[in-house]
């Protein structure tokens, strides 16, 4: 079972230690579950600091795939492991410029424009370089509403574990539509399209080291439903990682059911 939070981009450094403290202080020390969080690359040091000696381990949001060289503004994996990094969000959603709502252009909606092929490449590199990645498939409501959820998870899984792994990694099913929009998956959908996912994933010939999680609108009275299911083998959270109480609730649930 894997409790895995987003902070996208909140937190200052200061904020990020305060948050992983109090996440610290109200969890139990020895829970079945794995938890993660995931600050944003400034405040991974204090984040750092404050999970120290916890069961709390530490994932980025993002990575680049190169090791080094002119590529301004980019994070790469060494940098991430010298934090004590475990893990790292691939692909996810709003960095592929795919948002459940919003208000603005589609021109600018694309910002980060990451495709199927980037999205693989940091796969990759992630699992090269020791990080067990995070990898984010879904479809938007548009593509919902054509029938098209498989297949589109389909091509995404396709494009990203095309070369093959023995090493562990996750696999977040997170439907654009339900991302910060409070319109979670039914359980009973989720447990359905993480069958199909860890089915797809298995035929792609992967490693049998992974987990399939559900994300999109998780909070601490919905997660027990989703993480009672079947196929749904942990969760990743945006807004409600964000508050401590809450977050503390989805790990004891994740715990209990993990035991
Ligand atoms: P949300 O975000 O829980 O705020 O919907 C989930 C995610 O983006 O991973």
Redesign the pocket.
Do not use: D, F, Q
């Given at each position: 079972m894997l409790i895995a939070g987003?902070w996208?981009m909140h937190t200052t450094s200061a904020e990020a230690f305060t948050l992983a403290s109090r996440i610290c202080e109200s969890v139990h020390s020895d829970g079945a579950s794995e938890v993660v969080v995931c600050p944003p690359f400034v405040s991974m040091r204090a984040a750092a600091d404050a999970v120290a000696g916890s069961r709390i381990m530490l994932g980025a949001q993002t990575m680049f795939w190169e090791t080094q060289g002119a590529f301004t503004g980019e994070v790469s994996a060494d940098m991430l492991l010298e934090f004590g990094c475990r893990f790292c969000i691939v692909g996810?959603s709003?960095r592929r410029g795919r948002f459940g709502k919003s208000d603005l252009p589609a021109n600018l909606l694309a910002y980060f424009s990451e495709t199927d092929a980037v999205v693989a490449r940091k796969f990759s590199a992630a699992l090269g370089a020791g990080l067990i990645p995070i990898l984010?498939v879904g479809e938007t409501e548009k593509e919902r509403a054509e029938h098209r959820t498989e297949q589109v998870i389909q091509t995404q899984l396709n494009a990203a574990l095309c070369a093959g792994t023995d090493a562990r990694f996750v696999i977040?099913y997170?439907p654009v539509w339900?991302?910060?929009?409070g319109d979670v998956c039914e359980p009973d959908e989720a447990d359905r399209v993480c069958a199909f996912i860890r089915t797809a994933a298995k035929k792609a010939g992967t490693s049998e080291q992974f987990q399939v999680v559900y994300?999109?609108?998780?909070n601490a009275e919905n997660a027990r439903a989703l993480l009672e299911r079947e196929s749904v083998e942990g969760v990743?959270?945006?807004?409600?990682s964000l508050k401590p109480d809450e977050f503390s609730k989805i790990i004891a649930i994740g715990d209990e059911i993990a035991k």
């Open positions: 987003n996208k996810h709003e984010c977040a997170e339900a991302i910060g929009t994300g999109g609108s998780v990743l959270v945006g807004g409600a």
